[in-house]
């Protein structure tokens, strides 16, 4: 039986214009706050057929991947499957965490999100399913889904049920006999409890977050993307309350917050808001990875304070 539309659709309100503060280049807080990345409610309408994103830290050398395609199309053959990424740093689960979350707000509700970054896999840890209010993920219970189990309405269960899995099951491959189908299964229908029991105390990683310390917020950076930009733990609501002309201590040197890339002189390294609602560091047309020397856990800074010394 096909779904029917969802009638209406609750979207991210469109962001206001970065405010200016004089002829400074520099981007407010408040004008931070407004132009915040995902938020819950985008692209909330159902798909008429079942989705299912994969993240993985297999890359595509190997046909790893496409094992795990043909296991989900044997058994649901009508089901959309979505390359998140599958260049995450080997055994990385906070990478893959970061990734997810970052990511699946944009999904249509119902969404099915497979993460296999399993470094215990063929151990006693865990296979887990969980569902949420507009997503259910699949996975090994390692913390790879710790940003969602806090949210409100998250149920876990244990994938524990043979029926449900290869009939030959690989000590070294869950993500294609164990959590690939699962995820077809539930593509198909079959609700989370016929997998297994209720889990009490699925695993948590500690999560990046930002503190303030008087006028000054202090975060880490959580990780280096494709293009060598800094992201950061500070997101936007975490210096709503600074004032005008923010800047960002990273190593030792103070950065300006800008509004976008072409704020900056070539070269130069400033910090603004990715597209993920997180403050990140950046060079243009550059590496801020490689002129800063920075890398995932380097701690930064933002004050109101504004500094004549910036990084180049």
Known sequence: MRRPRSRTSRCSPRPRSARRSGSSRTLSSTAIADRAGPVPGVARRRSDHPIITLTTDFGLRDPYVA?????????????????????LAPHDIVEAALALDASAGFFPSGTIHVAVVDPGVGTTRRALGVLCETCVLIGPDNGVFTPFLSRRGARAFELAAERYRLPAVSRTFHGRDVFAPAAAHVARGVPLARFGGRVADPVTLPWPSARRRGATVVGAVIHVDRFGNLVTSIGASDVAHLGEDLALRIR????PVVGTYGDLDRGSAGALLGS?????VAVREGRGADLLRAQRGTPVAVTSRPSSRTAR
């Open 67 to 87: 094992q795990m395609k043909a296991v989900i199309l044997g058994v649901a053959p009508g089901a959309t499957i979505v390359d998140l990424t599958h260049e």
């Open 252 to 255: 030792g040197r103070v950065v």
């Open 276 to 280: 993920s609602g997180r403050l990140e």
